[in-house]
């Protein structure tokens, strides 16, 4: 399908977007864009809890019990998601894990991406 058309006909798969947050934060906010860039243009509307709920003054992510709580939320959205998609550039994280472990729960669709696939 071509890139530009999905966008066109504005017709958006739901989609989780799983790709790391800890550790490397600023680099791994930075990846989470582009990937959310390369769901939209592959025509996914992607729900990337970890960029919404790690913006200062939502949840602390340095904090368990908030952190808990910001995939839980995130997760909250796997029963309308049509799959979930997982960037693996930088590897997959434990966070990532458990989407991933929760989308095969409810027998969704799980897709491993890279970036790299999609560059000329």
């Not at 913006?55 to 992510?61: A, E, M, T, V, Y």
């Not at 340095?62 to 998609?85: F, Q, S, Y």
Request: charged share 25%; aromatic share 6%; with cysteine.
């Amino acid at each position: 399908m071509c890139r530009m058309r999905a966008m066109a006909r504005h017709q958006f798969r739901r989609v989780i977007l799983e790709s790391p947050y800890a550790g490397d934060v600023d680099g791994n906010l930075n990846y989470a864009r582009a990937c959310v860039r390369d769901c939209v243009l592959r025509g996914d509307s992607p729900q990337a809890s970890h960029l919404l709920f790690t913006q200062p003054g939502i949840l602390d992510d340095l904090d368990p019990a908030e952190r808990a709580l910001g995939i839980d939320a995130g997760l909250a959205w796997l029963p309308v998601a049509e799959a979930t998609v997982v960037y693996t550039d930088h590897g997959i994280s434990p966070g990532m894990s458990k989407g991933i472990d929760a989308a095969r729960e409810l027998q969704r669709p799980v897709e491993f991406r890279t970036l790299q696939e999609t560059k000329p």
